[in-house]
Nanobody
Framework: QFELVESGGGLVQPGGSLTLSCVAS????????IGWFRQVPGKEREGVSC????????SFVDSVKGRFTISRDNAKKTVYLRMDSLKPEDTAVYYC???????????????????????WGQGTQVTVSS
């Protein structure tokens, strides 16, 4: 059974940093693009970032460009979301998800739509507050 587990969330002051991890189990991630999403209560889930199966392409929502980076280690079946210069508006539950698209270029021109993602994690809370 394919499972994604997020970790690394927590409380951080504005301007601080966090690194989220998304660990997959049950299947190789080599043929999956991985995306990060976030959701605030009462609002729709928002795409944050996407990385292709090989890490050859990635993309970010405009609000986090220059502050967030995404990387992956397929040997460890882990994808990382490094978040710097955090702002209160980054507060949300962050989810990772896997899309069965092996193309190295799939995230080159932007985020994948949510319907492309087949597997989802349970989420990790990120709170940015002083």
């Amino acid at each position: 059974q394919f499972e994604l587990v997020e970790s690394g969330g927590g409380l951080v002051q504005p301007g601080g940093s966090l690194t989220l991890s998304c660990v997959a189990s049950g299947i190789s991630t080599n043929n999956y693009a991985i995306g990060w999403f976030r959701q605030v209560p009462g609002k729709e889930r928002e795409g944050v970032s996407c990385i292709s199966s090989s890490g050859g392409s990635s993309s970010f929502v405009d609000s986090v460009k220059g502050r967030f980076t995404i990387s992956r280690d397929n040997a460890k079946k882990t994808v990382y979301l490094r978040m710097d210069s955090l702002k209160p508006e980054d507060t949300a539950v962050y989810y990772c998800a896997a899309a069965p698209i092996p193309s190295a270029f799939v995230c080159y021109e932007g985020l994948l739509p949510q319907y492309e993602y087949k597997y989802w994690g349970q989420g990790t809370q990120v709170t940015v507050s002083s």
